[in-house]
Nanobody, 122 residues
């Protein structure tokens, strides 16, 4: 049974940085791609970033490209999202996700955690 626990969210000013973590447990979690999604109040969940099973490939939404970095430590079963130059429109609940593919394809994710809230003040 996969379990995903996100942490690291909080309140930050525009232009600030946060680092999110996702502790993953499960027999095969390190064998598949992982990613981050976000959902703001009243909006649909949207893809943010993904990383392949080995960490060799990454993929980002255009809205965060150049500002966010995704990484993983398979020895610790932990996924990270480094967020820099944060904007008010980045405010959302950020959810960690696991995929059914080894590659970071946004449409292959099939399990999400509960999320950690990120609020960016203007």
């Amino acid at each position: 049974q996969v379990q995903l626990i996100e942490s690291g969210g909080g309140l930050v000013q525009t232009g600030g940085s946060l680092r999110l973590s996702c502790a993953a447990s499960g027999p095969t979690v390190s064998k598949y791609a992982m990613g981050w999604f976000r959902q703001a109040p009243g909006k649909e969940r949207e893809f943010v970033a993904a990383i392949s099973a080995t960490g060799s490939e990454t993929f980002f939404a255009d809205s965060v490209k150049g500002r966010f970095t995704i990484s993983r430590d398979n020895a610790k079963n932990t996924l990270y999202l480094q967020m820099n130059s944060l904007k008010p429109e980045d405010t959302a609940n950020y959810l960690c996700a696991t995929s059914s593919s080894i590659w970071p394809a946004p449409n292959a994710f099939n399990f999400w955690g509960q999320g950690t809230q990120v609020t960016v003040s203007s």
